[in-house]
């Protein structure tokens, strides 16, 4: 995007792509911008067959399963060192979700969708007897040898990881409940990724196994069922043309979090840059490289 | 850190560094967590001459002087569409520091200390007549051949630059005053790494001159001025040990804010994984690899 450039098609498509992305990328600008800024209240809403396929449309081009470092590791390509730092990345993201969806319920004036939506946080904190999300992610960090005081006390993430998730935390804090809701639309996108993970990793690593994955396997039917409740919520709720917008750009922003997250971690234990003071797997110099 | 590695040097020294930073990464997690939790209230303060020794050690081992991104910027080795990403990222910081510093000023009861603190705000947005640090970070992306309205879009930057500048805005303003002044404290560490990059930027650079670095040239006076202040305010207002600590967390913090903006910089552009949506140079396919 220079100032030379008029007559460049690099520079057409990237300046479409500008135009396109205003309103996504000023949703997420602190409170002194609004958001979706350029959408005329009397636009022409999209119909609910337009508006789903807008939102698909945004996970095919950025939700995380097209992501190397994901090619990588359900691919049997990374070494043991290279897991653990995901798993313990990751872990972050698993224990602040809870976190997030109780911040979503505190803005939710109708209790017939409190009583929906603390099933999410059921589901991650456990129930009764029975072990929730959390739980279920510290088989996988057991599996692969990392101590839980070390997981749980947070103090080997990336700084970028931190970024991100709190990022989430407080976009859904701050921003009207439907983009809080909508953005957790990556969970349309997320059984396919789940089922190749599970699938991939049991038949690359002689260090995983179906206990330690069992995350996953359980995510495949919640994560399905939560989905369908946002979509229709999406279709239901978002009705004017801002709306919609807002709710893409509350589902870009959230594909922004996850890959985020995944480009720490390749600079860092692929690339092999880890910062200062974060997570040293003890088979660092042996790890896989790819450039 | 691993279960079965009681014995390994590397381990003993990540348990060590994990004692010693767990307060550290503690100090930005959401409200839940209160900061500097392993502090005694009992416990001995620093005196002036360790306390600052501390703040010092932090600048030496986590400030972004140290980053290899500054080191190929510094000495020439990247390529003009590579120095154009840098400052079309930075530019977003160089936005929203204002805006931190008056979330800050917001927080501030002592008249004194706004109308010291104002002088901040007044730097960057300018005085009557006067340009401002924004309006000189122009005459860099100008230099660059960058259009302003792309640049003040924000629309091309890189998600990590987002989250990592916004998640310094939102620490001024959620965590305490002595937190968000001391965060500050970098600009001890600013004056040498900007001689370094107006001597040697003019030096590799035949798109750069004298004329587009002038917002170094004017920081080398601003920033020192203002790290004296903020040192001097640090060394009277945290007196406990438990403030000193929150006040090396703070500094700590920040930097984690510099070196994630320049970790995200070489992943996409030096790398070469540029995210979806993100700038894309046109001298891309030709841009220096260093691995």
């Keep these: 995007m220079t100032k030379s450039s008029g007559a460049s098609a690099n520079n057409v498509i990237q300046m479409r792509a500008h135009t396109r992305r205003r309103q996504e990328a000023n949703a997420y600008v602190p409170s002194m911008m609004p ?13 609910p067959t337009q508006f789903e396929a807008c ?10 399963d097209r992501h190397r470092f994901h090619n990588l590791l359900h691919t049997g390509k990374l070494n043991k060192g290279q897991v653990q730092a995901w798993a313990l990345n990751r872990y972050y993201y698993q224990v602040m979700i809870p976190v997030k969806d109780v911040a979503l319920m505190s803005k939710m004036g109708d209790p017939e969708l409190r009583r929906i939506w603390i099933k999410r946080v059921l589901d991650h904190e456990g129930r009764d007897g029975q072990e929730g999300g959390i739980e279920r992610w510290y088989r996988l960090t057991d599996g692969l040898g990392l101590m839980r005081d070390y997981v749980s006390s947070t103090a080997g993430i990336l700084p970028a990881t931190r970024f991100a998730v709190d990022a ?3 976009f ?8 809080g809701i909508t953005s957790s639309l990556t969970e349309l996108f997320a059984p396919s990724i789940h089922k190749e993970r599970i699938s991939g990793m049991l038949k690359s690593y002689e260090f995983i196994n179906e206990d330690v994955l069992a995350y996953f396997e359980k995510r495949l039917s919640q994560a399905t069922e939560d989905a369908d409740f946002v979509l229709d919520y999406a279709l239901r ?3 004017t043309r801002r709306e919609q917008e807002s709710v893409c750009a509350a589902l870009k922003f959230k594909t922004d979090v996850l890959w985020v997250m995944l480009d720490a971690l390749y600079h860092s234990y692929v690339s092999g840059y880890v910062p200062e003071g974060a997570f040293m797997p003890e088979d660092f110099d ?3 490289r790819f450039h």
């Design 55 to 64: 939102l698909r449309e945004i996970g095919a081009r950025y939700y995380h």
């Design 172 to 179: 859904v804090r701050e921003r009207p409940l439907l983009e």
């Design 286 to 288: 042996d790890r896989p």
């Design 237 to 239: 709720h978002a009705r």
């Design 168 to 170: 989430y935390v407080r």
């Design 35 to 47: 958001s979706v800024a350029g959408i005329d209240d009397d636009e022409q809403p999209y119909t």
